[in-house]
T-cell receptor, first 111, second 109 residues
Framework: GIQVEQSPPDLILQEGANSTLRCNFSDSVNNLQWFHQNPWGQLINLFY???GTKQNGRLSATTVATERYSLLYISSSQTTDSGVYFCAVERRDNYGQNFVFGPGTRLSVLP | EAQVTQNPRYLITVTGKKLTVTCSQN?????MSWYRQDPGLGLRQIYYSMNVEVTDKGDVPEGYKVSRKEKRNFPLILESPSPNQTSLYFC????????FGPGTRLTVT
């Protein structure tokens, strides 16, 4: 089945710094999403981005489908950006057609 | 307001006592799903539903049942819960932009 990897596993930043989170996937997909899980456990959808680039405020994402990776950029980080960032892909293969999440990147933004 | 609700939010139960976790959405989404989140294992999809009366297994369906009799509701049923089903459960709605419920923390003793 499809494998989803994320790097780095942990990231500690000072407030105001920029960061890049990476998601690699082992097979072609037509549905890739990024999520943020805040310290209270709530999961928020950030982007649906199977290809191309999108921006939403200080966050942007790029997916290069042909090379099987996606990047999430966080600029001018704030303490409220802390939490775990997940990418998820919808697979469509002989094993099924369901979502597979990466292990996440835990981000801590220090004041 | 777009919303996914789950009930209960917290549940402690005993092995073998059937339980149902309800999930409801108000966005008219066809696609709904259930996940469990465990330390070290991450988020794993249990079941998903493409539409009413259409459900399919995710990566960890053993020990769970679902039904989709109407578009807005997608309950998760544990017929005979076991301690290894102690977990944090999330319901989600939507396929191309998933909205998650607040989670249900289940403990099976």
């Amino acid at each position: 089945g499809i494998q989803v990897e994320q790097s780095p596993p942990d990231l500690i930043l000072q407030e105001g710094a920029n960061s890049t989170l990476r998601c690699n996937f082992s097979d072609s997909v037509n549905n890739l999403q990024w999520f943020h899980q805040n310290p209270w456990g709530q999961l928020i959808n950030l982007f649906y981005i199977p290809s191309g680039t999108k921006q939403n405020g200080r966050l942007s994402a790029t997916t290069v489908a042909t090379e099987r990776y996606s990047l999430l950029y966080i600029s001018s980080s704030q303490t409220t950006d802390s939490g775990v960032y997940f990418c998820a892909v919808e697979r469509r293969d002989n094993y099924g057609q369901n979502f597979v999440f990466g292990p996440g990147t835990r981000l801590s933004v220090l004041p | 307001e777009a919303q996914v609700t789950q009930n209960p939010r917290y549940l402690i139960t005993v092995t073998g006592k059937k339980l149902t976790v309800t999930c409801s959405q108000n966005m008219n989404h066809e696609y709904m799903s259930w996940y469990r989140q465990d330390p070290g294992l991450g988020l794993r999809q249990i079941y998903y539903s493409m539409n009413v009366e259409v459900t399919d297994k995710g990566d960890v369906p053993e020990g769970y049942k679902v039904s989709r009799k109407e578009k807005r509701n997608f309950p998760l049923i544990l017929e005979s819960p076991s301690p290894n089903q102690t977990s944090l459960y999330f319901c989600a709605s939507g396929r191309y932009e998933q909205y998650f419920g607040p989670g249900t923390r289940l403990t099976v003793t």
